[in-house]
């Protein structure tokens, strides 16, 4: 191995920042809390282009989408449509929350509108004569960002709009594919992108859980308080504090305790 590639290898021995995992920036972004159909209605002045579409079937799930620019353009979620007319125009829908949160992040405002996207359902075809997707019918509700919690990753994307606001949300689709980091904790997959962190432990562990830089997921057993472990990790999965039951911390304790070195 050449000089370069051994020096290369060795482990940063300097940190520029050091942040509890509980002050490290939120896990999920703007997430969706409720759908709801505009008053096109009752204000057609201001909702001029919106129609509530035809041949969709209540009781069946379909893509909701932004065609917005700028605004949430190629943003989606799903909707259940609950009712339909004597056209199969849409009347009443649900909101289909993800059930992972490394989906719930998103990049929309509440003044974004969306379509519903008319597709086959049972046994409907492409060519269904008198279908048609709905257009601008959807606005969204917005719940707070949520506290980073374990499994979500150390770093998430920053973007900055035009006048130079920070926006954070996960990833952007078209943004470094090829650098994107895919891992898993439980049975929910995440995106992000590398370098990760080193740690510093400031309690006695029997057991920590990290997502290597790599994407690989390792367990180290019995740290030590006072550990600063040099290796670079993406995200804490699990950490489990050693000691009697009931005078170790909890979870949510342990995470002002862990710190991330950048």
């Known amino acids: 191995m050449s000089v370069i590639g051994t020096t290369l290898k060795q482990p940063r021995v300097f940190s520029h920042d050091a942040i509890a995992l509980a002050d490290l920036p939120a896990c999920v972004y703007r997430p969706i809390g409720s759908v709801i159909i505009v008053d096109y209605i009752g204000q057609p002045s201001i909702f001029p282009n919106t129609t509530p579409g035809a041949g969709f079937i209540a009781g069946e799930i379909y893509d909701a989408i932004s065609v917005i620019n700028p605004g949430a353009e ?37 003044e974004d509108l969306f379509d519903v996207v008319w597709s086959p359902r049972q046994g409907q075809q492409w060519n269904e004569p008198g279908v048609a ?106 950490a489990i504090a050693a000691g009697p039951v009931g005078d170790a911390p909890d979870a949510d304790a342990l995470k002002t305790l862990i710190l991330a070195l950048f």
């Open 74 to 110: 190629g943003s989606s979620f799903q909707v259940e449509v609950t009712a339909v007319g004597t056209a199969g125009e849409i009347l009443t829908m649900s909101f289909v929350t993800p059930t992972c949160d490394s989906e719930k992040s998103t990049n929309m405002n509440k």
């Open 133 to 238: 997707s709905a257009v601008k019918l959807l606005e969204v509700n917005l719940d707070p960002d949520t506290t980073w919690d374990y499994g979500c990753p150390f770093t998430p994307i920053i973007r900055r709009d035009l006048i130079g606001n920070i926006d954070l949300f996960r990833l952007q689709r078209t943004y470094k594919q090829k650098d994107i980091i895919k891992y898993t904790c439980d049975t929910c997959e995440w995106e992000t992108y590398g370098p990760g962190a080193s740690l510093y432990v400031g309690y006695d562990l029997s057991e920590l859980t990290v997502i290597m830089e790599s994407g690989k997921k390792v367990t180290w057993s019995n740290v030590p308080a006072g550990s600063f472990m040099p290796v670079s990790v993406l995200t804490v999965c699990e």
